[in-house]
Nanobody
Framework: QVQLVESGGGLVQAGASLRLSCAAS????????MDWFRQAPGKEREFVAA????????WYADSVKGRFTISRDNARNTVSLQMNSLKPEDTAVYYC????????????WGQGTQVTVSS
């Protein structure tokens, strides 16, 4: 079965950096665009970033553009999210997702990893 396992979350101060990773198994990784979404307490899940199978195209939410970078390693079936200049409003559970078609229409989801940014 498909498994997406996130890691790298934690508690940091505003202005710090974190790198999230997601390891994928049970799917042909290069057939999927990979996404990151997040959900803050009391809010709906929102799109953060996406990358196509070949890493030639990336997409970002306006709120993270210029601070976050998505990348993938097809040899290792992993996708990462480098988060710099973190803000308290970035606090959320971050989810890795795999999209077989449109980059921001996931079919499979990870269990999430908590990121907390203190002011």
């Amino acid at each position: 079965q498909v498994q997406l396992v996130e890691s790298g979350g934690g508690l940091v101060q505003a202005g710090a950096s974190l790198r999230l990773s997601c390891a994928a198994s049970g799917l042909t990784f290069t057939r999927y665009a990979m996404d990151w979404f997040r959900q803050a307490p009391g809010k709906e899940r929102e799109f953060v970033a996406a990358i196509n199978w070949s890493s030639t195209s990336t997409w970002y939410a306006d709120s993270v553009k210029g601070r976050f970078t998505i990348s993938r390693d097809n040899a290792r079936n992993t996708v990462s999210l480098q988060m710099n200049s973190l803000k308290p409003e970035d606090t959320a559970v971050y989810y890795c997702a795999a999209a077989p078609g449109a980059p921001m229409a996931p079919k499979y989801w990870g269990q999430g990893t908590q990121v907390t940014v203190s002011s």
